[in-house]
C-alpha cells in the first residue's frame, strides 16, 4: 500500500522541495576561496592589490579586480547571514545600552555622515550614510535602528542636538543620556574604519560607501573576540569558532 501511494504521487506530478540553488554555480572558484578574499579584503585593511599579492604567495592566481568583484557581490550576502543570526539570537534581550554617533567620510572631495549605533557590547548595530547631520538625518537613522532591531533600555549620545529632537519626534527622549565620556564605546568603534578608509584612499559615491560601512560592520562583529577582555585559550576557542562558522555562511 505504501509503495502504490508514492508511485501514485509520482505520477501525479507533485513537485519535490528544490534545494536552494548555490550563490556560488557560476564561478570556477570553489566557495572556500570566495570567502577567504572576502574576509580578507573586509576584515583586514589591505588594498585590492595586497589580497591579489598574499593570495599568489599561496598559490591562488587571480586579479585585483575579481577581488572587488567577489567582495561586491558575495559582501552584503555574508553581512546580511552574520546580521539575521544576531538579530535572532538578540531578539529576547530587553537589557540593551545604545551608543549614538557620527563621524564625518570623505567622499569625493565631499563631506558625508556616517551614522552608526553600537550596543553595550561593542558590537555595531547600524551604520547609515548622509549628507547632512541634521534632525532629519538622525530621525532616519534611528528609526531604521528600532525597526530593525527593537528599542534599547538607554541611548548614549553626545551634545548634538538633533539626536534630541529626533528622540523627542519618536517618544522616547527619557531615555537619552548623555554625559562626558559616556559615549567612548561608539567612538572607539570608529578606529577600525578609520584603518580600512585610509587603505581603500578615497570613495567615490554614496552607493558604495553604504554598503561597504554595513559589509564592514557585520563582519567586524563577526570577529569581534573581545581579545584585551579573555585569556589565551578561550581567545583560540573563540577564534576557531568564528572562522568556523564564517566557513558555513551561504553554504
Given amino acids: 500500500m505504501h509503495r502504490s501511494l508514492a508511485g501514485r504521487g509520482r505520477a501525479i506530478g ?3 522541495p528544490r534545494k536552494p540553488a548555490s550563490p556560488f554555480r557560476y564561478f570556477n572558484s570553489s566557495p572556500e576561496v570566495i ?3 572576502v574576509m580578507m579584503y573586509v576584515r583586514f585593511p589591505l588594498s585590492l592589490r595586497n589580497v591579489e599579492d598574499l593570495l599568489f604567495e599561496r598559490g ?3 586579479c585585483h579586480e575579481t577581488v572587488r ?4 557581490r558575495f559582501g552584503p550576502m555574508f553581512a546580511g547571514d552574520i546580521r539575521r543570526q544576531r538579530i535572532s539570537r538578540m531578539r529576547g534581550f530587553r537589557h540593551w545600552r545604545w551608543h549614538l554617533d557620527e563621524m564625518y567620510v570623505k567622499l569625493n572631495a565631499e563631506m558625508v555622515y556616517l551614522w552608526r549605533a553600537v550596543d553595550h557590547e561593542g558590537e555595531i548595530l547600524e551604520s547609515y550614510i548622509t549628507r547632512t547631520r541634521d534632525k532629519e538625518a538622525a530621525l532616519t537613522f534611528m528609526k531604521k535602528a528600532l525597526k530593525r532591531h527593537g528599542s534599547p533600555e538607554a541611548i548614549t ?6 539626536y534630541r529632537g529626533a528622540m523627542k519626534e519618536l517618544g522616547n527622549a527619557e531615555n537619552q543620556e548623555v554625559g562626558r565620556w559616556a559615549n567612548n564605546r561608539v567612538e572607539n568603534s570608529h578606529l577600525p574604519f578609520r584603518r580600512r578608509e585610509r587603505a581603500m584612499l578615497r570613495l567615490r559615491r554614496m552607493k558604495s560607501l553604504q554598503k561597504f560601512a554595513s559589509v564592514h560592520a557585520n563582519v567586524h562583529n563577526h570577529f569581534n573576540l573581545e581579545r584585551h577582555l579573555v585569556d589565551r585559550e578561550t581567545y583560540k576557542e573563540r577564534r576557531s569558532a568564528a572562522l568556523a562558522e564564517w566557513s558555513m555562511i551561504a553554504s
Fill in 60 to 62: 591562488i592566481d587571480i
Fill in 14 to 16: 507533485i513537485p519535490r
Fill in 157 to 162: 549620545t553626545d551634545g548634538l542636538r538633533s
Fill in 35 to 37: 570567502r577567504l578574499v
Fill in 69 to 72: 568583484m567577489w567582495w561586491n
